[in-house]
């Protein structure tokens, strides 16, 4: 049984560039959640999605946006990326009742230069 | 406000010693605990949950936890701790609704 996969592994980008980054949830699971992850601290949230609609937003602006597709598989987009963009991206998958937490993937390191 | 709070950022403990990680919460995520490793470069991986019920819960790897609602606490344990436990320990909790927000992390280095 696949878990959650993330593609790429790794990226660099020049600032002011946009980048996607892609996740396919583990099987029987709906629900994708985007954390972004800097060195040395702990996931922030960025946004869950659910049935192909963002249904909670944490505090990023709005260079930050996402998709999820009818396989349940989503995308994070940022457009104008900042050097403070650079971090570890995790994408965790769940099912809709929230009660078995969550399933990570391995990540996307992001390096913005 | 929602937070939770991990009390020590490295843990250093000598192997088969026992090890206890701090979790404090606030009032507004304790629906919902969890405990999650990250060893180097993987995602989290989760150890254990507290959702109701039994205030002792126990989880994979030997790792167990307590919940404590005067304390607003969940320390997570573990009787004797092995080389392979070094890793970045994180405490999280959800309100019920759809965020689930994750501590600052304890490092736990084992050494021989």
């Known amino acids: 049984d696949a878990g959650v996969t993330q593609s790429p592994t790794h990226l660099i980008k020049t600032r002011g560039q946009q980048v996607t980054l892609r996740c396919s949830p583990k099987?029987?699971?709906?629900?994708v959640s985007w954390y972004q992850q800097a060195l040395g601290q702990g996931p922030q949230f960025i946004f869950q999605?659910?049935?192909?609609?963002?249904?909670q937003r944490g505090n990023f602006p709005d260079r930050f946006s996402g998709h999820q597709f009818p396989n349940y598989s989503s995308e994070l987009n940022v457009n104008a990326l900042l050097l403070g963009d650079s971090a570890l991206y995790l994408c965790?998958?769940?099912?809709?009742?929230?009660?078995?937490?969550?399933?990570f993937g391995s990540g996307t390191r992001l390096t913005v230069v | 406000a929602q937070s939770v709070t991990q009390l020590d950022s490295q843990v250093p403990v000598f192997e088969e010693a026992p090890v206890e990680l701090r979790c404090n919460y606030s009032?507004?995520?304790?629906?919902?605990l969890f405990w999650y490793v990250q060893y180097p470069n993987q995602g989290l991986q989760l150890l254990l949950k507290?959702?109701?019920?039994?205030?002792l819960v126990k989880g994979i790897n030997g790792f167990e936890a307590e919940f404590n609602k005067s304390q607003t606490s969940f320390h997570l344990r573990k009787p004797s701790v092995h080389i392979s436990d070094t890793a970045e320990y994180f405490c999280?909790?959800?309100?019920?609704?759809?965020?689930?927000?994750f501590g600052a992390g304890t490092r736990l280095f084992v050494k021989a």
């Open positions: 999280a909790g959800n309100t019920g609704g759809f965020k689930t927000i």
């Open positions: 999605y659910y049935e192909e609609e963002e249904r």
């Open positions: 099987s029987g699971h709906d629900t």
């Open positions: 965790a998958s769940s099912l809709r009742n929230r009660e078995n937490g969550y399933t």
């Open positions: 507290y959702l109701s019920g039994s205030t």
């Open positions: 009032s507004s995520v304790s629906v919902y």
